[in-house]
Nanobody, 115 residues
């Protein structure tokens, strides 16, 4: 019964930065984790993944700009987003990464990049 609560989104100008946080109510120690995003009318897509051993992978459209990290002691996952672009506008969610059983989706946090 793991649940996720995402926070840290907001309105930011192009080129700006945001740091998203994901708090898990249940242990995620044994899971790869991922950040996903979904824009209106589009499918949810994987943004970044961090494995149990700390290995990271990124979608090509965010590579070099975003950094995913995890804090096992705090049972949390983070996404540092730099050099934000208007096309990054979406609701961002955290969940288990591909290859692990998907848990219930949280409410997500809205990221809007606009001048």
């Amino acid at each position: 019964q793991v649940q996720f609560v995402e926070s840290g989104g907001g309105l930011v100008q192009p080129g700006g930065s945001l740091r998203l946080s994901c708090a898990a109510s249940g242990s995620i120690f044994g899971n790869a984790m991922g950040w996903y995003r979904q824009a209106p009318g589009k499918l949810r897509e994987l943004v970044a993944r961090i494995s149990t051993d700390g290995t990271t992978n990124y979608a090509i459209f965010v590579k070099g700009r975003f950094t995913i990290s995890r804090d096992r002691a705090k049972n949390a996952v983070y996404l540092q987003m730099n050099s934000l672009k208007p096309e990054d506008t979406a609701v961002y969610y955290c969940n288990t990464g591909p290859g692990f059983t998907t848990r219930n989706w949280g409410q997500g946090t809205q990221v809007t990049v606009s001048s």
